[in-house]
């Protein structure tokens, strides 16, 4: 028998591409089978002395989800098994260690699942949106839109029918392989819609999605106007929400609330409208938090007392607090809700009520529940210190910043110290912050009580100077040794783009120099918070001609892109940036970019040495990025 399986395994191999460290069987699985297999780490894995996290992607007609695959060990190789459903048409893979993935060498791992003898339709469809949507989130590849485009016409030429279903996202794989030929596709594609009449609401919905593909905003914008006037939606869901956004007046937004709440209960679907993060609960929320904002806290309480979705009143009564102990005002109602928000947390943490996400590994939805209760709990902490209880915050704040957080998160180091500095003795507080600025997680708040605390022992600030000298150059030194096992040595993808003044910029032209690559849009709001911080470095190094930043305004959709960000930048006070500007975002794909803000941080060798995806901060900005400067000189 064991010999059987081995065989079985090792045809599971032969499946289109080389895949020697990973087997399966039965070779052609049925959907409802289970699958197992047998893997040895490779890749980025190779090598190293720990057992790899596994979980399997399933494609299904019942919903896309992430199971969590245990390993053994077998004869030197790792086994697992996973069970599909009967709706499973593809299974792909992901083993990987801390933040690496074996990804095979940018194929993945994956097994096709049959109905006979036959590759079950849907089947290659699923594995082009591996390859370009969530492969590159979830398995560690990198987008592979050739490979996409390769899968959607293996499925077209099985099922004829499937090229319909899956026109856009194939159309937009095509874009992805050659923008120039993907948008004269899709341009052949509306004239074909055009040709063929706008009858059904569906026709519509495809112009206008198509149109959006190629990036004519304002021909979606028209047909999204005529599909709302030809088919007028029916009172539901949808249409409450959207008269939700167009109101401004907070108490309009209100009376919208209430009538899909009376809505809600004549509905033989009340599900859809009150379920969790259902339609009201999102109007809830943003009420609460426009109600907030606007500091109106009897209207956010009566709001409140209206919500039965904890997670809504959690999330507000949250922020809510926050705003409040930041004003100092009506702390009693602010420990109130940070206190609800803060034990909903904790029970969610241990005790969750809802099941696991569908595309979030046990690990990731542990992890993030856990982050939530520090968030909460810091907040909390806030509050009890604004209100001068800080025995009892110093619990929360310890649990948030060292527990959780493991000491490594400034901010929540912060409000630890604040609690401490009313709470521990004058040698623990001293031990407590010293430790912090040497290891790098301080913020100019705790250096100050720091200060404080020397001036009480010394009787004088004479040394403290030298003495913070000393714990920063600790910190530095610890950085620089963490940084050197980062860097990439990788070759920067060559691009030529032009200014807002119109010029073309090369970034050849800069080989010889330190070029810091900033990827950005005008809708991003981690981007734009990094802003100041960013100014500030440029400023910095501005008389230093080896260092170049440069700053690449991408994913945008607005029909005029050099306006939009030329107006951003003058508005915004940033006409010390050089921006350029990415149009057709080529570039950011050259440069594989997942999210943004990222910055690339290239040697005068032309190699990338480091990139750094989104803003931690802007204490955190100005120690790495000089770290990470003089390391690519």
Not at 379 to 389: E, F, P, R
Not at 408 to 429: F, G, R
Not at 497 to 522: C, E, P, Q, R, S
Request: charged content about 25%.
């Amino acid at each position: 028998m064991k010999n059987l399986l081995l065989i079985a395994l090792l045809l599971g191999a032969l499946d289109g591409f080389a895949q020697d460290n990973f087997t399966y069987s039965p070779q052609k699985p049925q959907p409802g089978e289970e699958i197992s297999f047998q893997y040895t780490q490779g890749g980025d894995i190779s090598g190293i002395m720990k057992m790899p996290e596994a979980y399997a992607l399933v494609y299904s007609s019942g919903g896309d989800k992430i199971i969590d695959i245990p390993l053994t060990r077998e004869y030197g190789k790792l086994v697992g098994k996973v069970k599909t459903d009967t709706g499973a048409g593809l299974v792909a893979f992901a083993f990987k260690i801390d933040d690496r993935f074996d990804n095979n060498d940018n194929n993945g791992f994956y097994v096709k699942l049959y109905e006979g003898e036959e590759v079950k339709k849907g089947s290659y469809a699923y594995l082009a949106h591996m390859y370009h949507s969530f492969g590159p989130q979830f398995l560690g590849l990198k987008a592979a839109p050739e490979k996409a485009v390769a899968n959607y016409e293996k499925e077209f030429a099985a099922d004829p029918a499937a090229k319909e279903k899956y026109l856009l996202n194939y159309l937009i794989a095509k874009r992805g392989v050659n923008r120039e030929k993907g948008i004269a596709a899709i341009q052949t594609e509306i004239e074909n819609t055009f040709r063929n009449g706008l009858k059904k609401k569906e026709d519509y919905s495809k112009l206008g999605s198509l149109y959006g593909a190629a990036g004519l905003r304002q021909q979606q914008a028209f047909i999204a106007g005529l599909l709302k006037e030809k088919f007028p939606a029916e009172e539901g869901p949808d249409s409450f929400v959207e008269k939700f956004n167009a109101t401004k007046e907070l108490s309009g937004k209100k009376q919208i609330i209430d009538d899909a709440l009376a809505a809600a209960a004549k509905s033989g679907n009340k599900e859809k409208y009150t379920g969790s993060n259902g339609y009201i609960s999102y109007m809830q929320s943003n009420l609460l938090n426009g109600l907030a904002s606007a500091k109106d806290w009897e209207g956010f309480k009566n709001i409140a007392a209206t919500v039965s979705d904890k997670g809504v009143l959690a999330r507000a009564y949250n922020s809510a607090a926050w705003k409040m102990q930041e004003a100092g005002e009506e702390l009693k109602y602010a420990e109130t809700f940070a206190s609800f928000a803060t034990n909903y947390a904790k029970e969610q943490w241990k005790n969750p009520s809802n099941p696991k996400p569908n595309l979030l590994t046990a690990r990731q939805w542990e992890q993030s529940r856990k982050s939530n209760y520090a968030t909460y709990a810091d907040t909390y902490a806030m509050v009890l210190y604004k209100s001068g209880n800080a025995k009892k915050g110093i619990q929360y704040a310890k649990e948030a910043a060292l527990d959780i957080k493991e000491g490594k998160d400034a901010e929540y180091n912060n409000t630890y110290a604040l609690l401490a500095e009313k709470v521990l003795s004058a040698s623990k507080l001293k031990s407590l912050l010293e430790n912090f600025v040497k290891e790098g997680n301080s913020t100019e708040a705790m250096r100050e009580m720091l200060k404080t605390q020397f001036i009480k022992r010394k009787k004088s600030a004479e040394g403290f100077d030298q003495y913070l000298a000393a714990l920063e150059k600790e910190a530095h030194a610890k950085m620089m040794t963490e940084l050197a096992t980062q860097i990439l040595n990788k070759p920067a993808p060559q691009f030529s783009l032009t200014d807002l003044d119109g010029k073309k910029v090369n970034i050849a032209d800069y080989k010889g120099k330190v070029v810091i690559l900033d990827f950005w849009a005008t809708w991003c709001g981690p981007c734009i918070a990094s802003f100041p911080g960013m100014k500030k470095m440029q400023e910095k190094y501005q008389q230093n001609p080896d260092v170049k930043f440069l700053f690449v305004n991408t994913w945008q959709t607005e029909d005029n892109k050099e306006k939009n960000a030329r107006d951003f930048v003058t508005k915004s006070n940033y006409d010390i940036f050089h921006v350029l500007m990415d149009k057709e975002d080529k570039v950011v794909k050259d440069f594989e970019v997942s999210g943004i803000p990222t910055k690339f941080i290239i040697g005068k060798d032309g190699l990338i040495k480091f990139k750094s995806v989104g803003f931690g901060g802007e204490e955190h900005l100005y120690k790495e990025l000089p770290a990470m400067i003089e390391l690519a000189d």
